[in-house]
């Protein structure tokens, strides 16, 4: 008698649940046509990244964020990188690139510019004891923007066993007592004579 009591209540139960609000989420319509929502994209070959967006259309005109879903690329990942929406400079210092993103059987393409840095400076504080520092490097470009925070392609070295952090561009060099060469590089130039090359600054602590 118990057993057929628990099964009736639990029939019941069921039966209350299928009458209820149906909380199943329909399907999407298909795709006809895929857009990205941001053209002409320029970015500075130091620069962090840059987010654009991505949106397709259904069939029955609606339309949806579809950054995250779409696969995207680039004509020349040394120049910059495409994942996600999120772009990044490359290895190379500047150039122009094609950002395409494609979903099912549709696509679309963007242009971008990545300035080329023509010439920076650092921030090389003034250091007399062992301790914590920051230094910042920031840049001018090809196409006349200056004094802009570096924070990708740009190499920290310092020697003497000093401890080096970098966040944003921001480098945080715990310096120890005794002779210690600070030394940014960009783009791997090693050439002195080149604006873009080595800068470095030996401090003296007692």
């Known amino acids: 008698m118990k057993l057929l009591y628990i099964l009736l209540i639990t ?5 209350f649940i299928s009458c209820g609000e149906n909380t199943t989420t329909s399907p ?3 795709v006809v046509s895929l857009q990205i929502n941001d053209t002409n994209v320029t970015m500075h070959s130091t620069d962090a990244q840059k987010t654009i967006t991505a949106s397709v259309t259904y069939t029955d005109g609606s339309t949806a964020d579809a950054t995250n879903s779409i696969a995207w690329s680039s004509s020349n990942s ?3 990188t495409a994942a996600l929406g999120n772009l990044t400079p490359g290895t190379d210092n500047g150039g122009n690139v094609t950002i395409e993103a ?3 059987n549709y696509s679309d393409s963007t242009t971008a510019t990545v300035y080329k840095l023509t010439d920076y400076n650092v921030s090389f504080p003034d250091i007399n004891s062992t301790g914590t520092y920051l230094f910042q490097a920031n840049g001018d470009f090809e ?5 802009i925070s570096m924070v990708n392609n740009i190499v920290w070295s310092a020697d003497n ?3 080096i952090e970098v966040t944003d561009g921001v480098a945080s060099i715990t310096l120890i007592a005794g002779d210690t060469n600070v030394t940014t590089t960009v783009f791997g ?3 002195t004579s080149s604006p873009i090359g ?3 600054k030996v401090y003296t602590i007692n």
Not at 11 to 15: D, I, K, P, Y
Not at 143 to 147: L, P, V
């Open 143 to 147: 196409n006349g923007d200056t004094n």
């Open 161 to 163: 066993s000093a401890v």
């Open 198 to 200: 080595p800068q470095s």
């Open 11 to 15: 029939a019941l139960s069921l039966l």
């Open 28 to 30: 999407l319509n298909d």
């Open 102 to 104: 494609s979903y099912e």
């Open 189 to 191: 130039d090693t050439n």
């Open 78 to 80: 040394n120049v910059l």
